[in-house]
T-cell receptor, first 113, second 115 residues
Framework: DQQVKQNSPSLSVQEGRISILNCDYTNSMFDYFLWYKKYPAEGPTFLISISSIKDKNEDGRFTVFLNKSAKHLSLHIVPSQPGDSAVYFCAASRSGGFQKLVFGTGTRLLVSP | DAGVIQSPRHEVTEMGQEVTLRCKPISGHDYLFWYRQTMMRGLELLIYFNNNVPIDDSGMPEDRFSAKMPNASFSTLKIQPSEPRDSAVYFC?????????????FGDGTRLSIL
C-alpha cells in the first residue's frame, strides 16, 4: 500500500516556465514533508521541507505548498532551468523523535532550453 | 567534508551468489539507513541503525537479506543467496539525530544486477 503517491512519472517543461510536481499521501498522521532531488548516478539530496503547521514554504526558486485537507502537496519551481532536470521524490514523516521517511516513486522532470 | 560513501558503485553477479554492499556514513552521524530503489516502489527503507544498533528491520524483504554495523564508520548489507528480483539500486544514508527535520544524506548508491 503506497502511502505517498506521485502519480506523474514524468513532466516536461520549457526553460523559464513554471514546473509543478504533485504528491498525495494517505496517512493523516504524517505532519512533516520533504522533497529530494536526484540526478542520474547520484544519491537523492534534500531540497525543501514543510511542516503541517504551515501551508507554504519558500526557498529561492522553490516553493512547497501543503493542503492538509486534501492530503496533497506540490513543489513549484519558478523559473525552471535545464539544471533542474532530475527525479524529484516526495517524502513524508511524523514529527517527534525519530520517524521513518516514506518516499513516493518519484517524478522525472525534464526542462528543455 | 566527505559525504556518505558506498561501494561498489556497480555489481553484476549471477543468481545464487552472495552479494555484499558497503557503506561509510558521515562522521558524527548517529543514524544509518539502507534503502532500495525500484521503479515500482520508489525508495523503500530496508533497515536503520541508531548508534550501531539495528532498530527496525521490518523493511528487509526476506531472510536472505542481512545488515550489520560493526562500528560507527562502517555498515554492510548482504544478500545470500541473491535472486534476479533483487536487482535494484541500493542506497545508504545517514543523519545526525534522526529527527524528521534533519535531512538524511545519501550516498551515490550501488546498482545491483543479478543475472
Amino acid at each position: 500500500d503506497q502511502q505517498v503517491k506521485q502519480n506523474s512519472p514524468s513532466l516536461s517543461v520549457q526553460e523559464g516556465r513554471i514546473s509543478i510536481l504533485n504528491c498525495d499521501y494517505t496517512n493523516s498522521m504524517f505532519d512533516y514533508f520533504l522533497w529530494y532531488k536526484k540526478y542520474p548516478a547520484e544519491g537523492p539530496t534534500f531540497l525543501i521541507s514543510i511542516s503541517s503547521i504551515k501551508d507554504k514554504n519558500e526557498d529561492g526558486r522553490f516553493t512547497v505548498f501543503l493542503n492538509k485537507s486534501a492530503k496533497h502537496l506540490s513543489l513549484h519551481i519558478v523559473p525552471s532551468q535545464p539544471g533542474d532536470s532530475a527525479v524529484y521524490f516526495c517524502a513524508a514523516s511524523r514529527s517527534g523523535g525519530f520517524q521513518k521517511l516514506v518516499f513516493g516513486t518519484g517524478t522525472r522532470l525534464l526542462v528543455s532550453p | 567534508d566527505a559525504g556518505v560513501i558506498q561501494s561498489p558503485r556497480h555489481e553484476v553477479t549471477e543468481m545464487g551468489q552472495e552479494v555484499t554492499l558497503r557503506c561509510k556514513p558521515i562522521s558524527g552521524h548517529d543514524y544509518l539507513f539502507w534503502y532500495r530503489q525500484t521503479m515500482m516502489r520508489g525508495l523503500e527503507l530496508l533497515i536503520y541503525f541508531n548508534n550501531n544498533v539495528p532498530i527496525d528491520d521490518s523493511g528487509m524483504p526476506e531472510d536472505r537479506f542481512s545488515a550489520k554495523m560493526p562500528n560507527a564508520s562502517f555498515s554492510t548489507l548482504k544478500i545470500q543467496p541473491s535472486e534476479p528480483r533483487d536487482s535494484a539500486v541500493y542506497f545508504c544514508a545517514s543523519s545526525h539525530t534522526g529527527a524528521s527535520n534533519q535531512p538524511q544524506h545519501f550516498g551515490d548508491g550501488t546498482r545491483l544486477s543479478i543475472l
